[in-house]
């Protein structure tokens, strides 16, 4: 009977009871060197074979075949990794180098104290004087400063330590390290300056975790140090068609996506820019240097057969700094910007680009630079210049991606104080049909609160007793008010929803002191919103402009109200609500929309 050790014994491998190939130990060099290639370079064996079975007796045996050895598989490596031990030669002397370091004790971690920024900055200065007094020594000698170069190239990269240690950053700008990284800007060596941006970039990135006011005194030492300048300069040094130079740009625009491994210098400084233009200040700051917006512009509409990744990156700067700041807007408007993006966006008139491409995005981000700018008046102007009105109805009758975009366009245009012209030249270029096509099909609440914005606008803005709003009002009358019918269908679909979020507030609130509720109005609001509430008041204020103007609207409104228990009364309550939220508000342009609700509300 077998002992109880040998019952537990532990086998040798798991699995040891299956047939197993005889393992030779050789010279991983010397199965290497025996090894053929094929005219595809795939390794193959010399024939040698080193294990060979017992024979078993197949006779009667059916089934399938047993898979081959481990020797005689078709080996898919030309270096010879994985022969032997697995390891190259050269792999074996690293790691070999690495256990004797690590033995004698002799590599030692850098030691992050309150004496490190100085010992760091102190050697950042060396390595920059020393580089500059060689140049300068060796001008027409470069082997005897390429040394100083290559070392001074190691020490800006390992500034990347720095942003793990936040809380140094503000003495890092007292030493004066921080003017002396964005001096490199101006490096002969363009692949120095690279290097600086690239550290620049990495050291404001947002995923740094800094205080803000950590963040505020370094780049607040950058910009003391003529940031801007020194970046809008080496955009246009750098030429982007070589590799070096793309990754430069890439940063500056200020793009540190992890995922994407970055391969143009112009990179670079775009990655810069949008690290800056998180703080709405810098965005302002930022627009005052035309140069940079005139080559963002340029480079984001420059010519290429496909979309690359700086092109799409410099628009999404763009947006961002359009988006963030007013005087950038006027400063894009100034220079033609709208007119140049008009005619880019005129190739999508009928063709998409390709669906979740670089293409794509980039379109996307041209419409938004186009569409923030419509909050001014001088955009809206330059928009009717430049045909923007006739361009975006085009897209509406026969573009598919382009459409909710050109639409977005267009309900900015027309709204505003200053949207009155707008209107206008929607109506006399055949709008109206467009649009209320659209509006008598079934679309997402996105399209119908862009389609009401407009109405809602027109009837705000077109003069009384003017032939666009006749032509208006005659749309909302013909085929027996059936756009009335649609607008009582709307507002009852987006107040049953703002109806059982407000029975959900209420219960919430009996919950509350009045204390807590004041800290929960802000979400209540939001919740409202999200359920439809803009969309209600903006259905309800154009009715009341049709009930207003026309007696056969007002009693077509009444009877289908009726239909199910509603009244006039419960338009003039959203109304009354809206009015109220703006009691509050400080005196502007919005006067005049306040006094509109004001007479409205008597109307109902």
């Not at 240690?165 to 060596?189: D, I, M, P």
């Not at 990655?271 to 340029?298: F, H, M």
Request: with cysteine.
């Amino acid at each position: 009977m077998a002992s109880i050790n040998d019952l537990f014994k532990k086998p040798s491998l798991p699995g040891s009871n299956k047939r197993k190939a005889e393992i030779v130990k050789r010279d991983p060099n010397e199965i290497y060197k025996s090894i053929k290639l094929n005219g595809h370079g795939d390794a193959r064996s010399n024939g040698e074979a080193t294990v060979q079975d017992e024979p078993e007796d197949d006779e009667g045996y059916a089934g399938p075949q047993m898979p081959p050895d481990l020797e005689d598989e078709n080996i898919d490596d030309e270096e010879g990794r994985f022969f032997g031990g697995g390891l190259t030669s050269n792999t074996a002397d690293v790691l070999d180098f690495i256990d004797q370091q690590d033995q004698d004790g002799s590599v030692k971690l850098e030691k992050i104290d309150s004496a490190w920024p100085r010992r760091l900055a102190l050697n950042f200065e060396k390595k920059i004087s020393k580089n500059a007094e060689l140049r300068a020594k060796f001008e027409g000698d470069p082997e005897k400063f390429m040394g100083s170069e290559a070392d001074l190239d190691a020490d800006i990269k390992a500034l990347s330590i720095l942003s793990e240690h936040s809380n140094f950053y503000q003495e890092f700008a007292q030493l004066g390290c921080v003017s002396s990284l964005v001096s490199l800007l101006a490096h002969e060596n363009t692949d120095i300056a690279i290097d600086a941006i690239e550290i620049i970039s990495e050291l404001t990135d947002e995923d740094v975790e800094a205080e803000q006011s950590q963040w505020d005194a370094l780049v607040d030492a950058m910009l003391d140090a003529d940031l801007l300048d020194l970046l809008s300069q080496n955009m246009t040094r750098f030429n982007e068609d070589l590799e070096s130079d793309r990754t430069g740009v890439y940063h500056v625009l200020g793009w540190n996506n992890p995922s994407v491994v970055s391969t143009n210098m112009s990179h670079d400084c775009v990655g810069v820019l949008e690290n800056l233009s998180s703080r709405p200040a810098l965005a302002d700051r930022i627009g005052t240097n035309v140069a940079i917006l005139q080559w963002l512009v340029s480079r984001a509409g420059k010519k290429e057969a496909k979309v690359t990744q700086n092109k799409q990156y410099a628009i999404e700067v763009l947006a961002i700094l359009l988006q963030s700041s007013i005087s950038n807007r006027k400063q894009f408007i100034s220079f033609d910007g709208i007119d140049t993006f008009l005619q880019l966006l005129s190739a999508y008139r009928k063709r998409d680009p390709p669906k979740g491409s670089e293409e794509e995005e980039w379109v996307e981000n041209i419409f938004d630079c186009v569409t923030c700018c419509m909050d001014e008046e001088e955009g809206k102007q330059k928009l009717l210049d430049a045909e923007g009105i006739e361009l975006s109805l085009i897209m509406l009758k026969e573009g598919k991606m382009s459409k909710p975009r050109a639409l977005r366009l267009l309900n900015h245009a027309l709204g505003g104080v200053s949207g009155g012209t707008s209107c206008e030249k929607l109506v006399d270029a055949a709008g109206l049909k467009v649009l209320f096509t659209m509006f008598m099909k079934k679309h997402d609440n996105i399209t119908s609160e862009h389609l009401l914005g407009i109405f809602a606008s027109m009837f705000r803005l077109l003069p009384g007793d003017s032939a666009s709003r006749i032509r208006l009002l005659g749309k909302f009358v013909e085929k027996d008010y059936e756009k009335i019918q649609k607008l009582v269908t709307l507002r009852r679909a987006h107040a049953s929803r703002v109806a059982a979020i407000d029975n959900e507030i209420k219960s919430e609130q009996n919950e509350l002191s009045p204390a807590e509720r004041e800290d929960h109005m802000g979400g209540w609001l939001s919740r409202r919103l999200d359920a439809g509430l803009f969309s209600l008041q903006t259905i309800d204020v154009i009715l009341a402009w049709l009930i207003a103007e026309d007696d056969g609207v007002k009693s077509k409104a009444q009877d289908l109200l009726a239909e199910r228990d509603e009244s006039f009364g419960d338009i003039r309550g959203t109304i009354q609500e809206q009015l109220d939220s703006l009691q509050n508000q400080p005196e502007d342009e919005d006067s005049t929309f306040k006094d509109m609700l004001s007479i409205l509300v008597q109307f109902v």
